[in-house]
């Protein structure tokens, strides 16, 4: 594993908090380990595939590191479901787990993540109807993961035929993107869980908008 220390500035309470983040490598096939001795892991960015020829690349040969524009599409979310609000988390990186982006290329998973002081929210709506996000006054929200689709078949399924929530692997891309862009910096926001917001990432499943966030001093 290879670590990158970048700093976040957090304001807190009328005074500077300066947070570390940790950019951890992990090469396909081994174990990914996260945790915080203080606070609560917060994942902000997750790729699994390649970015860089020489990261994981020791006793490979070239051409399974050639390809550097390699992106899953699903990894911010599963990572971030498997670690956020946790002191500690690992699981197996493999293709298995993630969609894999480019068959023949060996991959490694990039995660970036920091330890959060504060509490955890989460806010789940079924498919047309809406998301509400709410801060205590002098607070503000901050998007830690979101997601249009299906990842689980339970949430959301209630009167719904089989056929419309067997597909848990559905991801709207643009999710995340969407959410910051419609709650980031404000005291309450509401966000509406349609196909005509975030595209149809699986026609015929019945879809829901999961949001995870915590509320920052303003």
């Known amino acids: 594993m290879i670590f990158v220390s970048v700093l976040l500035l ?20 081994t174990v990914l380990s996260l945790s915080c001795e203080n606070g609560k892991i917060q994942v902000t960015a997750a790729n699994y595939g390649r970015t860089d020829k020489f990261i994981c690349s020791e006793g490979r040969p070239s051409w399974q590191l050639q390809d ?10 599963m990572v971030s479901k498997s670690c956020n609000g946790l002191k500690s988390c690992e699981f197996v990186v493999a293709h298995t ?3 894999d ?3 023949g290329t060996y991959k490694y998973l990039s995660t970036t993540y ?4 504060s509490e955890i929210r989460s806010s789940t709506a079924c498919e047309s109807t809406n998301a509400v996000l709410n801060c205590e006054a002098g607070t503000v929200i901050h998007i ?7 990842t689980d078949s339970s949430i959301c399924s209630a009167g719904r035929p089989a056929s419309q929530l067997t597909k848990t692997d559905c991801y709207s891309p643009n999710s995340q993107t969407v959410v910051t862009n419609g709650c980031k910096g404000k005291n309450s926001c509401t966000i509406s869980a ?10 015929g499943t019945y879809k829901y908008l999961y949001i995870s966030y915590v509320c920052m001093p303003q």
């Open 10 to 29: 957090l304001v807190q309470m009328n005074s500077r908090l300066l947070i570390s983040a940790d950019t951890v490598n992990t090469c396909d096939g």
């Open 68 to 77: 550097t524009n390699c992106y899953s599409p699903n990894a911010l979310a």
């Open 97 to 99: 787990i993630f969609t």
């Open 101 to 103: 982006p480019c068959i």
């Open 114 to 117: 920091f330890c959060s002081p």
């Open 144 to 150: 830690q993961t979101a997601n249009y689709g299906r």
């Open 194 to 203: 349609s196909n005509g917001v975030f595209s149809d990432p699986c026609f």
